[in-house]
């Protein structure tokens, strides 16, 4: 009973605020002031339907998408690349290299924002850019997603790569007849973990973005700034914002599960 009542308390406090903003883009400004605990009564979805018909949300959005898709497939094809040696491969230094990818896990972005920003900006003149945002989100991924893959990659039979490799099949034949259609759960777990990661981003996009070109976490700063006083619409455009992101993850829910089952039992 301890453990259901605990569980209860974290869903509480971490659903909670999503159901407050939820519904409070149904209400109106009048009803939040007079009772900001209450229910929507009546429903209202002109904040909604505002937000929906707003050309600059449909940019954001569009900007968040380009560069969330350009991010994971930066992080599924090179991650499995670096994974695939790491793992199946015998060679000196192997351990070294990998540790030097899970010390990049201990690495926050944020400690390199100004030299990124200089190196985006001024070497590579990627500043504004949807590359030049998706590329340093992509390598500061890349950690983490051959930390997971790699004991993925490690726990196929041997006995197949043997058996593969009787019937001619070369070593780049393996990985890609082979190894990938079977790393799926695991492409498919980091994919989805990188998809989030870049659509939540915020602060190397507010120092490299700017105008048409900002995502959708900069645009809610946005509309929350210039539409203070419009409480509701602010809980609206905030709700329509986090909705893409939420139901990605919800509908690959079990093929994470699945990746990161593979990984520990490698």
Do not use: C
């Not at 009973?1 to 009048?30: D, E, H, K, Q, W």
């Amino acid at each position: 009973m301890v453990v259901y009542a605990i569980s209860l308390v974290v869903v509480a406090l971490t659903m909670g605020p999503v159901l407050y903003g939820v519904l409070g883009g149904f209400r109106t400004n009048a009803q939040i002031a007079a009772d900001p605990a209450g229910l929507p009564g009546p429903w209202v979805f002109s904040n909604y339907a505002n937000v929906l018909q707003n050309p600059s949300f449909w940019q954001y959005f569009l900007n968040s998408t380009i560069i969330a898709v350009l991010t994971t497939a930066v992080v599924v094809v090179f991650g499995i690349m670096a994974a695939y040696p790491l793992a199946r491969y015998q060679f000196k230094g192997r351990e070294a290299l990998f540790l030097v990818f899970v010390i990049g896990l201990l690495f926050p972005a944020t400690v390199a924002i100004v030299p990124l920003f200089i190196l985006i900006t001024q070497n590579f003149g990627m500043g504004n850019t949807w590359w030049g945002v998706a590329l340093p989100q992509a390598a500061f991924a890349l950690p983490m997603t051959v930390v997971i893959l790699r004991p993925f990659l490690m726990a196929l039979p041997k006995e197949l790569e043997e058996a593969s490799m009787l019937d001619g099949t070369s070593r780049i034949g393996f990985f890609w007849r082979i190894l990938l259609p079977l790393s799926g759960p695991g492409m498919v777990t980091v994919g989805v973990l990188a998809f989030v990661g870049s659509w939540n981003a915020y602060l190397l996009p507010l120092l490299l973005l700017r105008g048409d070109m900002k995502t959708l976490p900069l645009g809610v700063a946005d509309f929350s700034s210039e539409h203070s006083a419009d409480t509701a619409g602010v809980f609206a455009f905030t709700t329509l914002a986090m909705i893409p992101a939420l139901v990605f993850f919800l509908a690959m829910q079990k093929r994470i599960v699945n990746g990161l089952q593979g990984a520990v039992k490698g």
